[in-house]
């Protein structure tokens, strides 16, 4: 994340340096996110038969190879193959196989009571290295661009330099998980597996089974990850989905590197400063993560990520309205407190109403969603720009988000998490081999009536 906070501040200028307009600005960007959908969506649903420590390896490696393309060369066409092929950020956030293996692996490995708290933990280790890595590039960039013979151009290179080994030892370190992240087949029932099948089938059945064992589940990496999630779980996938997309399109139109390229435009300030400013909103930014947690148990996981979620799209909104920069930077951080609160909520819902073998696949689904959704904001955002009219950018981006959080409120508001709602209450054991049967059941019941 470090990496990726210090790519994404200067990601937009970097173009601008090398001459090319906002419109190819822009369609470098969503043409990057698009790239990233690809990848994700082969890595991430072979990522348990093939092993989640060697996914996240390739992706390290596909990393330092962009980052050192982007180092050594100016074409626009070898930069774009080598943002589309290999892992470049935009937007600051997680990209790649990266975020859906690392959240379906802390699942694996976390209690289902505790598990909101890893992931708001999860929130604000990233957003602290984003931070992190927007303040170290402003101030390394401003020094390089004062010190005599050095351009822009040759300051922005130094930055992916760091980009290019960052990358390198993401891949040394994820050589030394060990094997408890790699994805379990399921021959037999643990204490583990019904506490993680209770979250999502608490009241399926009315008590234990008693049936004898049967043989053992077939490992999951010789099945086809579609083929695994239930009909349950689909019917509210595709539902958030619909939803993700909305939220993801806005997110498109203004990543971070888009709102420093405008800042930067707008108030023409140094580049440490900038830096800073950036950094004090991914710093405001984890501060927040950390409350997300406890609000989530006191008024539920929907609530929290609506009622965070939505003041945060209406400062996004108005961000463009200050003409003076005080004003600008208190709207940028009230919006940074906010706007990353629904992550870790987000996650926890969405690993409490999905079967432990179907995580993987459906958070790939998910982010591969979000991805496409989102890769076709900076087109958007980069034709608005170069017809002076970038502020529209934001207003579109604002109300988007706010129809998203509506959107949630109205749809998911009474959702029963069982996992998280009743993880105080002493649950049946169920197998997971009868949830399966269970599942099944219902199915055919479904199937039988809508014949007669």
Same mark, same amino acid.
């Given at each position: ?29 969503s ?35 962009s ?9 626009y ?21 990266f ?6 692996t ?35 960039? =401003?020094?390089?661009?004062s ?68 043989? %053992?589940? =077939? ?20 539902? +958030? ?44 930014s ?29 400062? +996004?909104?108005?961000? %463009?309205?200050?003409?003076? +920069? ?7 951080v ?49 034709v608005?720009a ?14 988007l ?25 002493a =649950? %049946?054991?169920?197998?997971? =081999? ?17 014949q007669?």
């Amino acid at each position: 994340m470090f990496a990726y906070g210090s790519s994404t501040l200067i990601l937009a200028l970097y173009f601008s340096a090398l001459g090319h307009s906002d419109a190819r600005i822009g369609l470098f960007m969503s043409l990057t996110l698009i790239g990233d959908v690809v990848v994700s969506l082969m890595l991430t649903f072979v990522a348990d038969a093939l092993g989640r420590r060697r996914v996240l390896l390739l992706g390290a490696v596909l990393m330092a190879l962009s980052g050192a393309t982007f180092a050594s060369t100016s074409n626009y066409y070898v930069l774009l193959v080598a943002a589309i092929v290999g892992v470049i950020s935009p937007s600051g956030n997680e990209i790649g196989p990266f975020r859906a293996v690392e959240e379906s692996t802390l699942a694996h490995l976390s209690d289902p009571k505790t598990r909101s708290d890893v992931f708001a933990w999860y929130v604000v280790v990233r957003t602290l290295g984003t931070a992190g890595g927007s303040l170290a590039c402003g101030w390394l960039v =401003q020094k390089l661009q004062s010190l005599p013979g050095w351009t822009d151009e040759s300051a922005y290179r130094i930055v992916f330099w760091i980009y290019t080994a960052i990358g390198l030892i993401k891949g040394g370190l994820t050589l030394l998980l060990s094997e408890e992240c790699e994805a379990r087949p399921t021959p037999k029932t643990t204490a583990t597996e019904e506490g993680e099948g209770e979250a999502f089938l608490g009241q399926a059945n009315g008590g234990p089974s008693n049936r004898p064992a049967t043989k %053992p589940a =077939q490992p999951p990496g010789k099945k086809n990850a579609m083929s695994q999630i239930s009909r349950k779980s689909w019917t509210i996938l595709l539902k +958030l989905c619909a939803l993700f997309s909305v939220d993801s399109l806005a997110s498109g139109m203004i990543p971070f590197s888009l709102i420093a390229f405008y800042m930067d435009r707008k108030f023409h300030m140094p580049q440490g400063k900038l830096g800073s400013i950036m950094s004090a909103a991914w710093f405001v930014s984890s501060i927040g993560n950390i409350f997300a947690s406890s609000i989530s148990k006191r008024i539920g996981l929907i609530k929290t990520m609506v009622f965070t979620h939505l003041p945060s799209a209406i400062f +996004l909104a108005l961000l %463009p309205a200050p003409t003076s +920069l005080a004003m600008t930077i208190v709207l940028l951080v009230a919006r940074a407190s906010l706007a990353s609160m629904d992550q870790a909520p987000r996650s926890a819902f969405l690993s409490a109403v999905v079967l432990p073998d179907e995580r993987t696949a459906v958070m790939g689904i998910v982010n591969t969603v979000k991805t496409l959704s989102q890769s076709g904001g900076p087109i958007i955002t980069g034709v608005l720009a170069g017809k002076s009219r970038f502020w529209v950018a934001f207003l579109v981006a604002g109300s988007l988000k706010a129809s998203y959080d509506l959107g949630m409120l109205t749809m998911f508001l009474n959702t029963k998490l069982h996992g998280q709602e009743d993880e105080g209450r002493a =649950q %049946p054991s169920v197998s997971l =081999q009868d949830q399966r049967r269970s599942l099944d059941s219902d199915e055919e019941e479904l199937e039988t009536g809508q014949q007669r």
